[in-house]
Protein backbone atom coordinates (compact mmCIF):
# COMPACT_ATOMS: atom_id res chain seq x y z
CA UNK A 1 0.00 0.00 0.00
CA UNK A 2 1.15 3.33 -0.87
CA UNK A 3 0.89 5.86 1.86
CA UNK A 4 -0.13 9.12 0.78
CA UNK A 5 1.50 11.48 2.78
CA UNK A 6 -0.51 14.49 1.10
CA UNK A 7 -4.15 13.41 1.94
CA UNK A 8 -2.68 13.15 5.58
CA UNK A 9 -1.36 16.50 5.78
CA UNK A 10 -4.24 18.30 3.99
CA UNK A 11 -6.47 16.43 7.07
CA UNK A 12 -3.91 17.90 9.48
CA UNK A 13 -4.13 20.88 7.63
CA UNK A 14 -7.79 21.25 7.48
CA UNK A 15 -8.16 20.81 11.66
CA UNK A 16 -5.33 23.55 11.79
CA UNK A 17 -7.15 25.93 9.79
CA UNK A 18 -10.20 25.49 11.77
CA UNK A 19 -8.23 25.63 14.95
CA UNK A 20 -6.44 29.38 13.68
CA UNK A 21 -10.11 30.60 12.92
CA UNK A 22 -10.70 30.32 16.34
CA UNK A 23 -7.84 32.42 17.35
CA UNK A 24 -8.54 36.19 18.09
CA UNK A 25 -4.88 37.09 16.40
CA UNK A 26 -3.38 34.22 14.30
CA UNK A 27 -0.47 32.95 14.76
CA UNK A 28 2.73 34.22 13.04
CA UNK A 29 5.82 32.19 11.72
CA UNK A 30 9.47 34.05 11.25
CA UNK A 31 11.38 32.26 8.59
CA UNK A 32 15.41 33.53 8.34
CA UNK A 33 17.58 32.82 4.95
CA UNK A 34 20.46 33.85 4.68
CA UNK A 35 21.65 33.39 1.01
CA UNK A 36 19.67 32.42 -1.96
CA UNK A 37 19.64 28.04 -2.38
CA UNK A 38 17.73 27.25 -4.53
CA UNK A 39 16.42 24.02 -2.48
CA UNK A 40 16.07 26.49 0.33
CA UNK A 41 14.11 29.32 -1.96
CA UNK A 42 11.02 26.04 -2.61
CA UNK A 43 11.13 24.25 0.97
CA UNK A 44 10.16 28.37 1.92
CA UNK A 45 7.94 28.77 -0.78
CA UNK A 46 5.96 25.32 0.53
CA UNK A 47 6.17 26.23 4.00
CA UNK A 48 4.67 29.95 3.22
CA UNK A 49 2.31 28.15 0.93
CA UNK A 50 1.38 25.89 4.64
CA UNK A 51 0.88 29.03 6.20
CA UNK A 52 -1.44 30.78 4.01
CA UNK A 53 -3.93 27.58 3.48
CA UNK A 54 -4.13 27.32 7.30
CA UNK A 55 -4.33 31.31 8.02
CA UNK A 56 -1.02 31.66 9.99
CA UNK A 57 1.16 34.98 9.13
CA UNK A 58 4.28 34.56 7.63
CA UNK A 59 7.34 36.41 7.84
CA UNK A 60 10.31 36.14 5.86
CA UNK A 61 13.52 37.67 6.91
CA UNK A 62 15.83 37.07 3.81
CA UNK A 63 19.93 38.29 4.04
CA UNK A 64 22.41 38.08 2.15
CA UNK A 65 25.49 35.55 2.64
CA UNK A 66 27.88 38.13 3.70
CA UNK A 67 25.86 38.39 6.83
CA UNK A 68 27.96 38.33 10.04
CA UNK A 69 27.24 36.22 12.96
CA UNK A 70 26.51 38.96 15.24
CA UNK A 71 24.27 40.90 13.07
CA UNK A 72 22.20 37.72 12.25
CA UNK A 73 22.29 37.10 15.90
CA UNK A 74 20.55 39.86 16.42
CA UNK A 75 17.62 39.83 14.30
CA UNK A 76 17.03 36.42 15.73
CA UNK A 77 16.70 38.10 19.20
CA UNK A 78 14.83 40.65 17.72
CA UNK A 79 12.35 38.03 16.72
CA UNK A 80 12.52 36.46 20.02
CA UNK A 81 11.24 40.06 22.19
CA UNK A 82 8.12 40.37 19.38
CA UNK A 83 4.94 39.59 20.78
CA UNK A 84 3.49 39.27 17.33
CA UNK A 85 5.65 36.53 16.67
CA UNK A 86 5.22 32.49 18.01
CA UNK A 87 7.51 30.43 16.06
CA UNK A 88 11.14 31.21 14.37
CA UNK A 89 12.84 28.56 11.96
CA UNK A 90 16.38 29.19 11.15
CA UNK A 91 16.14 27.26 7.47
CA UNK A 92 19.52 25.11 7.02
CA UNK A 93 22.14 24.84 6.09
CA UNK A 94 23.68 28.42 6.76
CA UNK A 95 26.78 29.68 4.95
CA UNK A 96 30.17 28.02 6.22
CA UNK A 97 31.04 31.45 8.34
CA UNK A 98 28.49 31.01 10.42
CA UNK A 99 28.34 28.64 13.29
CA UNK A 100 24.54 26.64 13.07
CA UNK A 101 24.78 25.47 16.61
CA UNK A 102 25.42 29.21 18.10
CA UNK A 103 22.77 30.93 15.26
CA UNK A 104 20.12 27.69 16.32
CA UNK A 105 20.19 28.37 19.83
CA UNK A 106 19.93 31.53 20.26
CA UNK A 107 16.39 31.23 19.02
CA UNK A 108 14.05 31.23 22.10
CA UNK A 109 12.88 27.76 22.66
CA UNK A 110 9.59 28.39 23.21
CA UNK A 111 10.09 29.71 19.65
CA UNK A 112 11.90 27.29 18.47
CA UNK A 113 9.42 25.35 15.93
CA UNK A 114 11.81 23.35 14.42
CA UNK A 115 12.52 22.06 17.41
CA UNK A 116 16.51 22.21 17.05
CA UNK A 117 17.60 24.17 19.91
CA UNK A 118 19.70 22.27 22.64
CA UNK A 119 17.33 22.37 24.80
CA UNK A 120 14.72 21.39 23.05
CA UNK A 121 16.91 18.45 21.80
CA UNK A 122 17.48 17.81 25.47
CA UNK A 123 13.63 17.67 26.64
CA UNK A 124 12.92 15.14 23.83
CA UNK A 125 16.04 12.66 24.70
CA UNK A 126 14.21 13.08 28.28
CA UNK A 127 10.59 11.91 26.95
CA UNK A 128 9.50 15.85 28.01
CA UNK A 129 8.27 16.64 24.67
CA UNK A 130 7.74 20.18 23.87
CA UNK A 131 7.95 21.00 20.23
CA UNK A 132 10.07 18.74 18.49
CA UNK A 133 11.62 18.55 14.56
CA UNK A 134 8.93 18.19 12.31
CA UNK A 135 9.87 15.90 9.72
CA UNK A 136 10.41 12.53 12.82
CA UNK A 137 7.05 14.09 13.94
CA UNK A 138 5.71 13.53 10.41
CA UNK A 139 6.85 10.05 10.28
CA UNK A 140 5.31 8.92 13.50
CA UNK A 141 2.00 10.48 12.76
CA UNK A 142 2.17 9.00 9.04
CA UNK A 143 2.54 5.53 10.37
CA UNK A 144 -0.07 6.23 12.96
CA UNK A 145 -2.79 7.25 10.60
CA UNK A 146 -1.65 3.70 8.55
CA UNK A 147 -2.07 1.70 12.05
CA UNK A 148 0.87 0.59 11.79
CA UNK A 149 2.04 -0.04 15.16
CA UNK A 150 5.76 0.51 16.33
CA UNK A 151 5.78 -1.53 19.71
CA UNK A 152 8.40 -4.16 19.63
CA UNK A 153 8.94 -3.54 15.86
CA UNK A 154 12.62 -3.25 15.05
CA UNK A 155 13.35 -0.19 13.21
CA UNK A 156 15.78 0.15 11.24
CA UNK A 157 17.27 4.58 10.31
CA UNK A 158 19.35 4.69 7.95
CA UNK A 159 21.13 8.35 8.54
CA UNK A 160 22.46 10.20 11.68
CA UNK A 161 21.37 13.54 11.23
CA UNK A 162 20.04 15.85 14.00
CA UNK A 163 17.41 17.07 12.05
CA UNK A 164 15.71 13.49 11.09
CA UNK A 165 17.37 10.23 12.48
CA UNK A 166 18.08 11.08 16.15
CA UNK A 167 15.33 12.69 17.09
CA UNK A 168 13.67 10.09 14.84
CA UNK A 169 15.27 7.18 16.91
CA UNK A 170 13.82 8.94 20.18
CA UNK A 171 10.32 9.31 19.33
CA UNK A 172 10.47 5.75 18.00
CA UNK A 173 11.95 4.39 21.57
CA UNK A 174 9.10 6.47 22.92
CA UNK A 175 6.72 4.38 21.52
CA UNK A 176 8.48 1.12 22.11
CA UNK A 177 10.20 0.52 18.98
CA UNK A 178 13.66 -1.52 18.97
CA UNK A 179 16.02 0.91 17.19
CA UNK A 180 19.02 0.56 15.23
CA UNK A 181 20.98 3.69 13.75
CA UNK A 182 23.07 3.66 10.45
CA UNK A 183 25.26 5.63 8.72
CA UNK A 184 28.15 6.03 6.37
CA UNK A 185 30.96 4.21 8.96
CA UNK A 186 28.27 1.47 8.25
CA UNK A 187 30.01 -1.95 7.39
CA UNK A 188 27.07 -4.25 5.29
CA UNK A 189 24.29 -1.74 5.26
CA UNK A 190 22.23 -4.63 3.92
CA UNK A 191 22.86 -6.74 6.85
CA UNK A 192 20.93 -4.64 9.26
CA UNK A 193 18.35 -3.17 6.48
CA UNK A 194 17.18 -6.74 5.80
CA UNK A 195 16.24 -7.24 9.46
CA UNK A 196 13.88 -4.30 9.46
CA UNK A 197 10.27 -4.57 9.84
CA UNK A 198 10.55 -0.71 9.79
CA UNK A 199 12.65 1.06 7.41
CA UNK A 200 13.48 4.57 7.29
CA UNK A 201 15.80 6.27 5.08
CA UNK A 202 17.15 9.69 5.78
CA UNK A 203 20.05 10.18 3.54
CA UNK A 204 19.69 11.97 0.26
CA UNK A 205 21.39 8.92 -2.34
CA UNK A 206 18.71 8.06 -5.54
CA UNK A 207 17.78 4.49 -4.99
CA UNK A 208 20.66 3.90 -1.85
CA UNK A 209 18.07 1.19 -1.20
CA UNK A 210 17.36 -1.61 -3.27
CA UNK A 211 14.95 -4.52 -3.76
CA UNK A 212 17.19 -6.96 -2.31
CA UNK A 213 17.78 -5.10 1.06
CA UNK A 214 14.30 -4.80 1.96
CA UNK A 215 12.49 -8.16 3.75
CA UNK A 216 9.54 -9.66 2.86
CA UNK A 217 5.99 -7.13 4.08
CA UNK A 218 8.44 -4.50 5.31
CA UNK A 219 7.24 -1.19 5.53
CA UNK A 220 9.61 1.26 3.95
CA UNK A 221 9.67 5.30 4.43
CA UNK A 222 11.69 7.53 2.46
CA UNK A 223 12.73 10.17 3.55
CA UNK A 224 15.98 11.46 1.49
CA UNK A 225 15.79 13.77 -1.63
CA UNK A 226 18.09 14.14 -4.20
CA UNK A 227 17.41 15.99 -7.82
CA UNK A 228 18.16 14.77 -11.07
CA UNK A 229 18.17 17.69 -13.51
CA UNK A 230 14.51 18.98 -12.12
CA UNK A 231 13.22 15.99 -11.03
CA UNK A 232 13.54 14.92 -7.51
CA UNK A 233 14.54 11.25 -6.15
CA UNK A 234 13.97 9.36 -2.80
CA UNK A 235 16.67 7.25 -1.14
CA UNK A 236 14.52 4.04 -1.92
CA UNK A 237 14.32 2.35 -5.06
CA UNK A 238 10.22 2.93 -5.39
CA UNK A 239 9.52 0.74 -8.49
CA UNK A 240 11.12 -2.53 -7.42
CA UNK A 241 10.67 -1.88 -3.31
CA UNK A 242 7.41 -1.74 -3.57
CA UNK A 243 6.93 -5.47 -4.88
CA UNK A 244 8.31 -6.28 -1.52
CA UNK A 245 7.07 -4.03 0.81
CA UNK A 246 3.51 -4.16 2.75
CA UNK A 247 3.37 -0.07 3.29
CA UNK A 248 5.86 2.34 1.43
CA UNK A 249 6.04 6.09 1.21
CA UNK A 250 6.26 7.88 -2.40
CA UNK A 251 8.33 10.84 -3.19
CA UNK A 252 7.32 13.35 -3.77
CA UNK A 253 3.93 12.98 -1.64
CA UNK A 254 5.05 11.59 1.25
CA UNK A 255 7.17 12.67 4.30
CA UNK A 256 7.72 16.01 2.53
CA UNK A 257 4.06 17.34 3.04
CA UNK A 258 4.34 16.01 6.42
CA UNK A 259 7.16 17.94 7.69
CA UNK A 260 5.74 21.13 5.97
CA UNK A 261 2.15 20.05 7.98
CA UNK A 262 4.18 19.11 11.30
CA UNK A 263 5.93 22.64 11.34
CA UNK A 264 2.33 24.35 10.91
CA UNK A 265 1.14 22.50 13.66
CA UNK A 266 3.98 23.35 15.83
CA UNK A 267 3.61 26.88 15.30
CA UNK A 268 -0.13 26.60 16.30
CA UNK A 269 1.15 24.86 19.58
CA UNK A 270 3.41 27.40 20.30
CA UNK A 271 0.84 30.10 19.78
CA UNK A 272 -1.14 28.45 22.24
CA UNK A 273 1.44 27.80 24.62
CA UNK A 274 2.68 31.29 24.47
CA UNK A 275 -0.53 32.46 25.36
CA UNK A 276 -0.80 30.25 28.17
CA UNK A 277 -4.21 28.38 26.34
CA UNK A 278 -5.81 31.89 26.05
CA UNK A 279 -6.75 33.15 22.68
P1 LIG B 1 22.20 14.75 6.38
O1 LIG B 1 22.65 15.71 7.38
O2 LIG B 1 22.04 15.18 4.96
O3 LIG B 1 23.18 13.49 6.44
C1 LIG B 1 23.03 12.35 5.65
C2 LIG B 1 23.19 11.13 6.49
O4 LIG B 1 23.27 10.02 5.63
C3 LIG B 1 24.48 11.12 7.34
O5 LIG B 1 24.21 10.67 8.63
C4 LIG B 1 25.38 10.15 6.58
O6 LIG B 1 26.26 9.43 7.42
C5 LIG B 1 24.37 9.19 5.99
N1 LIG B 1 24.90 8.51 4.82
C6 LIG B 1 25.51 9.06 3.75
N2 LIG B 1 25.84 8.09 2.86
C7 LIG B 1 25.45 6.94 3.40
C8 LIG B 1 25.53 5.61 2.97
N3 LIG B 1 26.07 5.26 1.80
N4 LIG B 1 25.05 4.62 3.76
C9 LIG B 1 24.48 4.95 4.96
N5 LIG B 1 24.36 6.21 5.42
C10 LIG B 1 24.84 7.19 4.64
O7 LIG B 1 20.81 14.06 6.84
P2 LIG B 1 19.33 14.68 6.90
O8 LIG B 1 19.37 16.10 7.31
O9 LIG B 1 18.55 13.68 7.68
O10 LIG B 1 18.87 14.66 5.39
C11 LIG B 1 18.91 13.48 4.64
C12 LIG B 1 18.10 13.61 3.37
O11 LIG B 1 16.73 13.81 3.73
C13 LIG B 1 18.46 14.79 2.49
O12 LIG B 1 18.30 14.38 1.16
C14 LIG B 1 17.44 15.83 2.83
O13 LIG B 1 17.21 16.72 1.75
C15 LIG B 1 16.24 14.97 3.08
N6 LIG B 1 15.23 15.55 3.96
C16 LIG B 1 13.95 15.44 3.57
C17 LIG B 1 12.95 15.93 4.37
C18 LIG B 1 11.54 15.77 3.92
O14 LIG B 1 10.67 16.46 4.44
N7 LIG B 1 11.26 14.84 3.00
C19 LIG B 1 13.24 16.57 5.58
C20 LIG B 1 14.57 16.64 5.98
C21 LIG B 1 15.56 16.11 5.16
P3 LIG B 1 27.49 10.17 8.21
O15 LIG B 1 26.86 10.78 9.42
O16 LIG B 1 28.38 9.04 8.54
O17 LIG B 1 28.07 11.16 7.26
Known amino acids: MIIDGKKVANKIKEDLKKEVSMMQIPPTLAVVQVGDDPASNSYIKAKEKGCSEVGINFKHLKFKDDINEDELILEIVKLNNDKLVDGILVQLPLPNNLDENKVL ?109 VKDNAVVID ?13 VDFDNVIKKASYITPTPGGVGPMTVAMLLSNVVKAKRRLCNDKY
Open 223 to 235: VGISRDNTKLYGD
Open 105 to 213: NTINKDKDVDGLTTINAGCLFQNNITLAPCTPLGIIKLLEEYNISLEGKHVVIVGRSNLVSKPLAMLLLEKNATVTICHSKSINLEKYTKEADILISSVGKKHLIRQDM
